[in-house]
């Protein structure tokens, strides 16, 4: 590696770093308002984090794709991968539970007895759940947008050969939306409320819009999702 692209890959590891932390923190508040607003029964509050998640998340996944993929001489050329960057959803993945291992040292250490309470636990959960729903739901359309076509998302400015190759990574089962649902899940421990449920149905559904969705998926999610507001609507417990 040459030292303009040494100089560029530490850049972007600090910026992946950067926004890993401030989806985070985002979520972190937003659980803490959320349980804020429960406890006083104030008026409805404003849904920021949505917004500033998806935004956040739109760009750590243009940072982990110019990591990832760099352009060549040849512009009618397909680039190859940086074999020293994993593929997108994973790369994604792993940037939020370095985030996850270092909150929890954090707090650990904030605490006198050594333990977290289990309403930080909570938070903390929620957090990471919410950072990771939000990087792969941002992540197509944010990738997977044709190129000069401004519809629902503005399109990353990188090479239109880094934004092929990727697509392309992303159109494959093992690597894009069957490996993004199969992430989300664990992310809950596999247990599902009513908003882990959401997001992964408003996942399924981004993903929807760019790539087809196999059968096993529909039945992994949609069918899941399902299964979870039945037992909402009955008053039973999932």
Request: hydrophobic fraction near 40%; charge should be negative; aromatic fraction near 6%.
């Amino acid at each position: 590696v040459d030292e303009s692209q040494g100089e560029e890959q530490i850049k972007g590891t600090l910026m992946m770093f950067s926004l890993a932390v401030a989806m985070y923190v985002a979520a972190f508040r937003d659980f803490e308002e959320e349980h804020q607003h429960q406890n006083q029964h104030d008026e409805a509050r404003s849904p920021w984090a949505n917004a500033v998640l998806a935004e956040l998340g739109s760009a750590l996944s243009v940072t982990m794709l110019r990591l990832r993929y760099r352009p060549t001489t040849d512009k009618q050329a397909t680039p190859s991968p940086d074999p020293s960057c994993p593929p997108l959803i994973d790369a994604l993945v792993h940037a939020i539970n370095i985030v996850k291992d270092s909150a929890a040292v954090y707090l650990t250490n904030q605490q006198a007895g050594g333990e977290i309470p289990s309403l930080l636990q909570d938070a903390h959960h929620y957090a990471i759940h919410r950072s990771i729903a939000a990087c792969l739901t941002s992540l197509p359309e944010t990738v997977l947008l044709p190129p000069g076509q401004d519809y629902m998302h503005r399109i990353p400015s990188v090479d239109r050969g880094c934004l092929r190759a990727a697509s392309m990574e992303l159109r494959c089962n093992e690597t894009g939306m069957q490996k993004a649902v199969t992430v989300l899940m664990q992310s809950t421990g596999n247990v599902y409320d009513d908003s882990s449920a959401s997001r992964l149905l408003g996942m399924c559904e981004a993903w929807a819009r760019y790539v087809a969705v196999p059968i096993h998926v529909i039945d992994e999610s949609v069918g899941k999702v399902a299964l979870q507001f039945m037992h909402i609507s009955k008053g039973t417990p999932a």
